[in-house]
């Protein structure tokens, strides 16, 4: 069976001679750098990179800001936490001092009410001891009237 065509050492080498002539007439026929149309090409590439830069730095500019605007923020409430931490702590204070004046008035009640139930129970006391004596008194009396 004949070898395929272009598998002989000779084809191969005349191809490959052939794509060594075509890259080196591709690499003529490209436009020289002072040819207009290189010329607006690069312009425009230049166009599209300084328009990159100035976009890159839009975006950095609106990050920093951003940056700026949350640390306003996260300040602005760490001072609102803080104040209302110490307006609690002052509320929290205020009710201890009512609840203490309140034990305070409590106990002065019961005290005074103590003070209270002790005087009674000691009248009762005195007018029992009273009248027993005025018992005896009148026990005495009614003997000394029969001697």
Known sequence: MPPLPGH???DRQAAAAKAR?????????RPSPDDPAVQQREAERKAVIEARKIREAQRAEARRLEEIETQKRLAAEAVAAKEAKLREEAERA???????AERER??????????MIEAEK???RDARYAARKARKVERKGAIDRYR
């Open 8 to 10: 002989n050492f000779q």
């Open 21 to 29: 002539q075509a890259l080196v007439e591709k690499f003529r026929s």
């Open 94 to 100: 205020a009710a201890q001092i009512r609840e203490a």
């Open 106 to 115: 409590l106990a002065a009640e019961e005290a005074e009410l103590k003070a």
């Open 122 to 124: 000691k009248a009762e």
